[in-house]
């Protein structure tokens, strides 16, 4: 079992930055694969990016527009997003999600096995 929390959000102003942080429990984060989605109000909920358990990152373009980047600290357990020249648009509910590592689906949220419960990011204008 994983457990998941996340933290970091707020509400912060359009062009403004926030780091969100996703703590892992378990002496084997790094067996796995991690990943950030999304859900903003009355949308379905996306995938923003993901880390590889070798470190590699995978982001969605299309989303992040460059503006995204994720890390992990694996001697702390920990995932992170880094959240640059936000926009109105990104305000949402930001997920945290794990799964052992595989070569695919890690832009697939059936593949994740923990999710953690959200942090809120809200954006104004």
């Known amino acids: 079992q994983v457990r998941l929390v996340e933290s970091g959000g707020g509400l912060v102003q359009a062009g403004g930055s926030l780091r969100l942080s996703c703590a892992a429990s378990?002496?084997?984060?790094?067996?796995?694969?991690m990943g950030w989605f999304r859900q903003a109000p009355g949308k379905e909920r996306e995938f923003v990016a993901a880390?590889?358990?070798?470190?590699?990152?995978?982001n969605n373009v299309d989303v992040g527009k460059g503006r995204f980047t994720i890390a992990r600290n694996n001697a702390a357990n920990t995932v992170y997003l880094q959240l640059n020249r936000l926009e109105p648009e990104d305000t949402a509910v930001y997920y945290c999600?794990?799964?052992?590592?595989?070569?695919?689906?890690?832009?697939?949220?059936?593949?994740?096995?923990?999710w953690g419960r959200g942090t809120q990011v809200t954006v104004s204008s």
């Open positions: 999600a794990a799964k052992l590592q595989t070569d695919s689906g890690h832009m697939s949220q059936s593949a994740y096995n923990y």
């Open positions: 378990g002496r084997t984060f790094s067996r796995y694969d």
């Open positions: 880390i590889s358990a070798d470190d590699s990152p995978i």
